[in-house]
């Protein structure tokens, strides 16, 4: 058991803090048993240092291969199409931004000054909901008789178109008919004295 | 022109951006205390070179996340350490790490840089140290060859200052006893 005020093995190993290792020196000067003590612990530290470091069998070194180093905007840029929900993100951020850029840039949408101008100079009255009514009417009636104009006409051009292609055909019956009696009239005075009679074929 | 010594830091600080050729500078500088931390704890040659490989690539990719440059030290050998005790769960994962003995002396540790020393007590220092514990003999190695500081092996090992204190003392008490013979013979 060491006498010392501070542990002796502290003070050996230089753990103590200043005045406490000066404090312990001074004991020590005086102090036979901490003295031998001492010289244990440093004739044992001294065989412990008999054993001397190894040198490695070979160095450890590394290389930096360049073709797996991309630089770093290529890094950032495999980052983000490696990874969805980043992907994402910035689609959306971007998205954002343009809508936002949009919104503050776009001009509000300003009155036709020819229009207004027309119904001031009119001196028109505001319109009603029966006066919009009256006008709707109005409009759908002009729509509907242009309308039954146009299909009669179309209904009267295709029953003459018709008509002109019967009378085309009956005058072409006509001819027709009319040949072919002609023919047989023609015939007949050529050919009806040869006619073999009934019975002589046989 | 001014010449200064490139710091440690400043090879962190160019490492941790990328530079390679600082980082090899930074390898070059702790390799060998690193190679010898896990081949006294080891007692493995091959296992000490395959682990300070891992080591210093497991750096690499984390030093991002090393906050205070001076503090690598401690937080380098922290990784050697879990990199040691992860192998050795690894390969015997139903015995306690503190079961784990090292390889006989014939097959591993060298004696070499005692030319001052004979060779019977560097063959008995191999020997006291292989009869210590595993914590004890981390510790002992830690303090004595690698010379951290009770603080800075408390952050390597995970624990109390006290507990690093108790294994390092009782480490001490069990190899003067051990050395002592050797020394009352006289080996001067």
Known sequence: MSCSPFDLKDYWLHELDGPRQVEVEEHVQNCQACREELDRLRLTQTALMSLGEEEMPRRIAFVSDPVFEPPLWRRVLAGFWGSGPRLGFASAALLSIAILVSALTRPAPAPVPGTVTVIRDAGAPGIGGDEIDRRIQAAIASSEARQTRKAEELVKRIEDRDRRQLEALRLAAAQEVDYYRRNERVLTANYGALRPQEGEAR | ?188
């Open chain 2, 1 to 188: 022109m001014i010449f200064r010594a490139v710091e440690d830091a400043d090879l962190i600080h160019q490492a941790a951006r990328g530079a390679v050729e600082a980082y090899n500078l930074l390898v070059s500088r702790w390799e060998k205390r690193v190679y010898n931390y896990l081949l006294r704890i080891t007692g493995n040659r091959e296992d000490a070179l395959d682990l300070t490989q891992d080591v210093f690539l497991k750096a690499y990719q984390n030093l991002r996340k090393l906050d205070d440059p001076g503090r690598f030290a401690p937080w380098l050998y922290r990784i050697a350490h879990n990199e040691a005790y992860s192998m050795f769960r690894k390969r015997r994962p139903e015995t306690d790490v503190d079961e784990l003995e090292p390889e006989s002396v014939e097959n591993g540790i060298a004696f070499g840089g005692s030319t001052v020393f004979p060779i019977e007590l560097s063959l008995a220092v191999a020997g006291a140290l292989e009869r210590l514990s595993p914590d004890q003999r981390e510790a002992v190695v830690l303090k004595i060859y690698q010379g951290f500081k009770f603080e800075e092996m408390a952050e390597i090992l995970s624990c109390p200052v006290s507990t690093v204190k108790s294994r390092l003392y009782s480490a001490f008490d069990l190899l003067k006893a051990e050395l002592a013979p050797i020394r009352t013979r006289g080996v001067s």
